[in-house]
């Protein structure tokens, strides 16, 4: 996957294809907030469908998905952190660094608040590892 950061396996439904369960990437920068993408703007990138509320916001993940795009793909990065792959939910996220990430629950996400860079840390040195164990 060029367009996602190296290494990155994303969350997804394996029967649709369907990225972070069809909410729109780009409106956590925007609106600050979760919303769900509409199925008539959706965009398809190597086999994953991203959808989006608006054109512009489609157009804004086109020409940037690097950035938009879940950081570990959408795992937990509390439990990669800890040497495990967990789907982040995408009620449970947080922008840190300029970068979205996803949490299985309130309390991996509370954790990560309390010591973002400390969790990122560790996160970015287990990923080589866990990404490997992914879709075993």
Same mark, same amino acid.
């Given at each position: 996957m060029l367009w996602a950061a190296a290494g990155d396996? &994303?969350?997804?439904? +394996?029967?649709?294809?369907?990225? &972070?369960?069809?909410f729109d990437p780009v409106a956590y920068f925007i609106d600050a907030k979760p919303r769900v993408g509409r199925p008539e703007v959706e965009l398809r990138l190597d086999g994953t469908v991203w959808r $989006?509320?608006? %054109?512009?916001?489609?157009?804004? $993940?086109?020409?940037?998905? %690097?950035?938009y795009t879940p950081r570990f793909g959408g795992y937990d990065p509390?439990? &990669?952190?800890?040497?495990?792959?967990? +789907?982040?939910? +995408?009620? $449970?996220?947080a922008v840190s660094? %300029?970068?979205?990430?996803? $949490?299985?629950?309130?309390? %991996?996400?509370?954790?990560f608040l309390a010591e973002p860079d400390r969790i990122i840390d560790a996160a970015e040195r287990k990923w080589p590892k866990v990404v490997r164990t992914i879709g075993r």
């Open positions: 396996r &994303i969350v997804l439904d +394996p029967q649709t294809g369907l990225a &972070i369960s069809g $989006f509320r608006n %054109e512009g916001n489609r157009a804004a $993940f086109a020409e940037h998905p %690097e950035v509390v439990a &990669i952190a800890r040497g495990n792959s967990v +789907p982040g939910h +995408p009620l $449970f996220w660094g %300029e970068r979205l990430y996803l $949490f299985y629950s309130a309390t %991996e996400r509370a954790a």
